[in-house]
Structure formats: structure tokens, C-alpha cells
């Protein structure tokens, strides 16, 4: 992987780029995440397509572009970046928050968008809950104790099962928002409390899909993912038994196994 900085529109973004493959799989982190996450998962997968990972702007050493980094803004950056590096087009997967901004590059930039997976995301807009918690949340870190959210959102990511073996990861995910600038954070959670419901446009794209959602995923109840996969007859899915929000993590091989069958199923 080529780890390297590049301007996508008017932000400076920070990538890595395996460079070969004749297929392009975009890997977008989530929340509180940087590209980083998925270092332990890009080896499963860039022997047979070609892989970039990213930070999102306000996570990791991308740049903090103004007071809310909505989902559109988001979108239209990973556009930008994928022109820069000579990428007409390619599959996208996103964990999380990432899952949001795929969404949103596929309804504003669907020539580039060969397949859409969602791995532990959903096409629905926040809930007044999630709005609510979202905004504790940008009153946590203005108050200066961004380490509440590093103490509680690592480990709730992870099945409970999972936690004690998958201890490094945890200690290396509460680093990373330790790490994370605070007007990042606040710009991101702004852009999640405003995003539009998704289900519509992921009707009508007519873009492949793969929802892979944990079974035990303290975020996405198994009844938010039944509902989720009843209303998309069209979308392949994969419930992965024994994982929480960190599926790529917590069943690795699974999840890259389903990401490459989907590639190959639907490149043309």
C-alpha cells in the first residue's frame, strides 16, 4: 500500500492505495475511526483487486473542512479523490458512518459507483434517539472530555464475547479518538444528525448491494437488519453470527469472503 496525500476538490486527503487490480474496492472507515482500522483487513483482501483507503475529512490527518461535514460534502470528496488518483469508478464499502457517505456517493456520483456494500450501516436517517445522543455528544467534546468517549465507544463496538481477545483493537480504537481533533468529531457528528433517509434512492439506483450485518451488533438490532433486508429484496446479505459492529475485525475472513464473491458476481 502507497500511503500518500492527494487534494480532492479544495481538501487535502490522506490515502493509502494498493495500486494494482484490475477491480477498485474503496474502503470507507466509520465514526471515531480513521483508515488505519482496516490495516489488519487489506492483506484479505488486495491480492485480488485493487484496494484505497482513506481518512474521511475530520478523522485521522485528513483535513477539518468547515463546522459540519455533511454526508454530501463527504461524498463528493471521495469523488474528487477517486478522479485524482485516475479511478473512474469502483466498489464502495462502508463500516458505519462510512456506509452513510457510500450512500450518498452513489446518489450524487452513481458512474462511479460499480456496487454499494453496507457493512454494519444502514440507508435510514437518524432517529430523534440517535439525534439526541449525538447531540451529548458534540456537548461532550466542547466540554473538553473527549475521553468519555473513548473510555465507553471502543469496546461497545464489539460483541461482548469478543472484547477480551480483541483487547488491542480496542486500546488502539480508543488511541485513535485520543488522536482525533476535536472539530473533526463535532463536524462529523453534525453531518450524521442531518443526513437524509436513504431507503428511496437505494431502491431505485439499481446498483448491486451487500448488507453485512453482526448478529450481535449493539447499534443495528437483528430487528432494525430483518426490516433492513425485507425492504431490500434486491440486496445480498450476510449476517455474520458472531460479531457485533466490527464484523471485518471480528470475522475477518467471512467478511472479506463476501466482499471479494460480490465483487466478482457483479464486475462486468
Given at each position: 500500500?502507497?500511503?500518500?496525500?492527494?487534494?480532492?476538490?479544495?481538501?487535502?486527503?490522506?490515502?493509502?492505495?494498493?495500486?494494482?487490480?484490475?477491480?477498485?474496492v474503496?474502503?470507507?472507515h466509520?465514526?471515531?475511526?480513521?483508515?488505519?482500522?482496516?490495516?489488519?483487513f487489506?492483506?484479505?483482501?488486495?491480492?485480488?483487486?485493487?484496494?484505497?483507503?482513506?481518512?474521511?475529512?475530520?478523522?485521522?490527518?485528513?483535513?477539518?473542512?468547515?463546522?459540519?461535514?455533511?454526508?454530501?460534502?463527504?461524498?463528493?470528496?471521495?469523488?474528487?479523490?477517486?478522479?485524482?488518483?485516475?479511478?473512474?469508478?469502483?466498489?464502495?464499502?462502508?463500516?458505519?458512518?462510512?456506509?452513510?457517505?457510500?450512500?450518498?456517493?452513489?446518489?450524487?456520483?452513481?458512474?462511479?459507483?460499480?456496487?454499494?456494500?453496507?457493512?454494519?450501516?444502514?440507508?435510514?436517517?437518524?432517529?430523534?434517539?440517535?439525534?439526541?445522543?449525538?447531540?451529548?455528544?458534540?456537548?461532550?467534546?466542547?466540554?473538553g472530555?473527549?475521553?468519555?468517549?473513548?473510555?465507553?465507544?471502543?469496546?461497545?463496538?464489539?460483541?461482548?464475547?469478543?472484547?477480551?481477545?480483541?483487547?488491542?483493537?480496542i486500546?488502539?480504537?480508543?488511541?485513535t479518538?485520543?488522536?482525533?481533533?476535536?472539530?473533526?468529531?463535532?463536524?462529523?457528528?453534525?453531518?450524521?444528525?442531518?443526513?437524509?433517509?436513504?431507503?428511496?434512492?437505494?431502491?431505485?439506483?439499481?446498483?448491486?448491494?451487500?448488507?453485512?450485518?453482526?448478529?450481535?451488533?449493539?447499534?443495528?438490532?437483528?430487528?432494525?437488519a430483518?426490516?433492513?433486508?425485507?425492504?431490500?429484496?434486491?440486496?445480498?446479505?450476510?449476517?455474520?453470527?458472531?460479531?457485533?459492529?466490527?464484523?471485518?475485525?471480528?470475522?475477518?475472513?467471512?467478511?472479506?469472503?463476501?466482499?471479494?464473491?460480490?465483487?466478482?458476481?457483479?464486475?462486468?
Amino acid at each position: 500500500m502507497v500511503e500518500k496525500f492527494i487534494m480532492a476538490g479544495d481538501t487535502a486527503l490522506h490515502i493509502c492505495d494498493s495500486e494494482h487490480g484490475v477491480q477498485t474496492v474503496v474502503l470507507l472507515h466509520g465514526y471515531l475511526e480513521s483508515m488505519l482500522i482496516w490495516d489488519d483487513f487489506v492483506p484479505l483482501l488486495y491480492k485480488k483487486v485493487h484496494v484505497v483507503t482513506l481518512d474521511l475529512p475530520g478523522h485521522g490527518i485528513s483535513e477539518v473542512k468547515g463546522e459540519v461535514h455533511t454526508m454530501d460534502y463527504l461524498a463528493d470528496t471521495v469523488a474528487a479523490g477517486l478522479e485524482a488518483l485516475g479511478i473512474a469508478h469502483a466498489f464502495v464499502v462502508g463500516h458505519s458512518m462510512g456506509g452513510y457517505v457510500a450512500l450518498a456517493l452513489c446518489e450524487r456520483h452513481p458512474q462511479m459507483t460499480d456496487g454499494i456494500v453496507l457493512l454494519s450501516s444502514t440507508p435510514n436517517a437518524d432517529s430523534d434517539e440517535k439525534r439526541a445522543n449525538r447531540a451529548r455528544e458534540i456537548a461532550i467534546v466542547r466540554s473538553g472530555k473527549k475521553e468519555l468517549l473513548a473510555h465507553t465507544a471502543p469496546e461497545a463496538g464489539f460483541a461482548s464475547d469478543n472484547r477480551r481477545r480483541l483487547q488491542s483493537y480496542i486500546d488502539d480504537l480508543a488511541e485513535t479518538i485520543h488522536m482525533t481533533e476535536d472539530a473533526g468529531i463535532i463536524a462529523l457528528l453534525g453531518g450524521m444528525m442531518t443526513r437524509k433517509d436513504q431507503n428511496d434512492m437505494l431502491r431505485k439506483c439499481g446498483k448491486p448491494q451487500l448488507f453485512i450485518l453482526g448478529c450481535k451488533d449493539g447499534y443495528i438490532s437483528n430487528e432494525t437488519a430483518d426490516k433492513m433486508a425485507a425492504d431490500h429484496p434486491h440486496a445480498e446479505v450476510v449476517r455474520l453470527a458472531d460479531s457485533g459492529h466490527m464484523g471485518f475485525i471480528e470475522e475477518p475472513a467471512k467478511c472479506a469472503e463476501a466482499i471479494l464473491g460480490f465483487v466478482d458476481k457483479h464486475s462486468s
